[in-house]
């Protein structure tokens, strides 16, 4: 239903004493679906999305061309409806009204409905609830940063708690693509270049979600994040051993171990069949090989882009027929193939009806677990009854202080007088800030915050959460401060520079904020539909940086360059230059305040860099899980080092590694060791390190990664403090494809590295696994539990 539809029949307000509809017994799922006419079968897999737009800014690929539904709200739940596309985050919207908005479409669907079924509700949640006046926490790509996967659950169970309160029941969260091109515009929403990193931490979220009763949605399965060349929706050039051992495994972790009830497809095509027609991924191996029994969602408009932007489908009918044989349950956003296009179909003979009835259970069983199906379901949102609701209280906006603050990185610090950081109280006497973010709100929101997302699509509206600025928060804590906005990410006059770096050469410190404003499809340099052709900084911010830098140096101004971006850029020509570098991803609303915490030594860095950052703009794509041919060689001329690699963040203090242990210098293919290390404090403040355990398999019976992550724990230290951490290392968490093209635990010898970065080795165990090649799949160990226990 599309913005036109809505202006000619828009939803009532609902009525002020209006009674929700009597409730009636409820027939089992199996005598739904025998009862059930084929039109209301089909209205249960299909959503609407009201007041979309089909005429202005975009939030879904090609909206404009695909939100064509012209008919009355009426017509459209005539039969019933599956969902509800996003009732919170199309438009700025006062919650209160949302929620009666909602709960009077609730009614009139339960009204229409012969079986009194109501929607389920879906919203987008990933760097919080899409909605206005709701928290906007740092993205997954600052999740990942933080390798704190407690911390993202606890996150995840407020955002769901939340949306249990506005009457919301799916959320389509998180993203468990593995970065492989850094290029890419979606690296943001991410949680970075490794599968145990991005699987962890994905399934604490689940964890979170599913844990307040809202239903996780995996996304993008699967492939999306390797599209050649970065471009958005491109074709993935992908084997099906990089597929299994690289772009699978964190979906595997987050159904077994996170619970995830929801899957989505991609809109990629991986070797030439695209996701939502692929039957094998969606069918064979997602419900038959894995057992997962939830529903698998469309990506929105993607049954139709078989037709219309892949050209494996004729027409919407076909579309929907390829769509639902491979196992594609609800369209979403709202209702285009599974319509009157599958309806013919199946009345036609050329579409089973049992493909449909197969759909439905699934659906129906769904809505039965989230309570739309019991007899005193009420329409009306929790949050009506109390009468109000804050979206962005205290204690959410602490936490997201909290993760913002452990998800900035501190790559580098060097000055001649020793350390650059933390500031002492003396630079922050004479100090200046300056730079295309440094006056800008939006450097801390990624495109799926509901002010980069929906609310610069509405400049007559404001943001609905308050959001400082890196200058702002430090005119707030020290008063007059002397600061320059230097243009944007994508456009810096030279007069702007001139300004920044008279301005550098008059302070005694000077911080430069450089890199992203999120959007969606070229609003934008970061975010949906916003792939770089480099990893050069946007615009003129390098031009800018080299010369605010040479004029620092100049004048013995003690500099900081923040990188608050989407992505990391190359940042080779400054790292000798700059006094210190902190990197940060969208740290969200509490971004700059947790910044300032971090520059001043209120909080010691702790973060870890989930991608690697470039040494210089070419020689992508590349991560650190790489075969030894993909690193330098004598072969090329091309160095794809890493400036800092993936794992790698300074802290204020130091950390000393002894008593290196492992239970055994052999295991069978089928058995487990453990290995530990003691962590001390050494130095004069408290912090934390991440203690990251990498695999090396030297020779194997394919080519494999020079190493992969299989463990990390975060260990927090008070200074002089000790900590023991031991990691149990199953034979399976060896395991890779084969040449046969199943999963396999090899016999032979295998290095286990304890280090602190993917650079940084402390010690390594070598190993030898003893025993028959053992194939294992979907029931293997995903996980290496890791225990801390304080010295």
Known sequence: MTSGAAEKQALPSRTAGMEPPAAVGRLSVDDLVRQMTLEEKLAQLVGVWVNASTDGDSVAPLQNEMAGDARSWEDVISAGLGQITRMYGTVPLEPLEGARRLAAAQEQIMAASRFRIPAQVHEECLAGLAAWKATAFPVPLAWGATFNPGLVRQMAGLIGGQMRELGVHQGLAPVLDVVRDLRWGRVEETIGEDPYLVGTVASSYVQGLEGAGIVATLKHFVGYSASRAGRNHAPVSMGPRELADVMLPPFELAIKDGGARSVMHAYTDTDGVPAAANRALLTSLLRDEWGFAGTVVADYFGIAFLNATHGVAADSGEAAALALAAGVDVELPTVNCYGTPLLERVRSGEVPESLVDTALLRVLRQKQEAGLLAPDFDPAPPALAAGAI??????????????????????????????????????????????????????????????????????????????????????????????????????????????????????????????????????????????????????????????????????????????????????????????????????????????????????????????????????????????????????????????????????????????????????????????????????????????????????????????????????????????????????????????????????????????????????????????????????????????????
């Not at 355990?693 to 992550?709: H, K, M, S």
């Open 390 to 791: 804050d979206l962005d209280p205290e204690a959410h906006r602490a936490l997201a202080r909290e993760i913002a603050a452990q998800s900035l990185v501190l790559t580098n610090r060097t000055h001649d007088d020793g350390p650059s950081l933390p500031l002492p109280a003396a630079a922050l006497a004479s100090l200046g800030v300056v730079g295309p973010l440094a006056q800008d709100p939006f450097a801390m929101l990624g495109c799926y915050s509901f002010d980069a997302h929906v609310g610069a699509s509405h400049p007559d509206v404001p943001m609905g959460i308050r959001v400082p600025t890196v200058a702002g928060a430090a005119a707030g804590r020290w008063g007059r401060i002397r600061t320059a906005a230097t243009g944007t990410c994508e456009a810096i006059s030279d007069a702007q520079i001139q300004e920044a770096c008279g301005l550098a050469s008059g302070v005694d410190t000077c911080v430069i904020v450089v890199g992203d404003n999120a959007g969606l499809f070229g609003r934008g340099t970061s975010g949906e539909g916003n792939d770089a052709a480099d990893l050069r900084l946007p615009g003129d911010q390098h031009r800018m940086l080299d010369q605010v830098l040479t004029a620092a140096e100049a004048a013995g101004t003690r500099t900081v360059v923040v990188v608050l971006s989407g992505r990391p850029y190359a940042l080779g020509d400054f790292a000798g230059r700059a006094g210190a570098i902190i990197q940060g991803f969208f740290p969200g609303e509490e971004g700059a305040e947790a910044l300032w915490d971090v520059l001043t030594g209120a909080v010691s860095p702790s973060g870890k860099l989930p991608v690697s950052v470039p040494r210089t703009s070419g020689g992508q794509p590349g991560t650190y899980l790489h075969s030894r041919l993909a690193g330098p060689s004598g072969v090329s001329a091309l160095d794809p080092s890493p400036l800092f690699g993936f794992g790698h963040g300074l802290s204020y203090t130091t950390f000393d590694f002894s008593c290196h242990t492992a239970s055994g210098p052999t295991m069978t293919t089928s058995g487990a060791v453990t290995v530990g290390c003691t962590v001390t404090n050494t130095g004069p403040v408290d912090g934390a390190e991440v203690v990251q355990l990498y695999l090396e398999d030297p020779v194997g019976e394919v080519v494999r990664p020079v190493r992969e992550l299989i463990g990390y724990a975060r260990v927090d230290l008070a200074a002089g403090a000790s900590a023991r951490v031991e990691f149990t290392v199953h034979a399976d968490r060896t395991s890779f494809t084969g040449v046969d093209l199943k999963r396999v635990v090899t016999p032979g010898l295998v290095k286990l590295h304890v280090s602190t970065s993917s650079s940084r080795d402390i010690h390594t165990h070598e190993l030898i696994l003893h025993g028959g090649r053992r194939v294992v799949g979907f029931d293997r160990e995903m996980l290496t539990p890791v225990t801390v226990t304080p010295l």
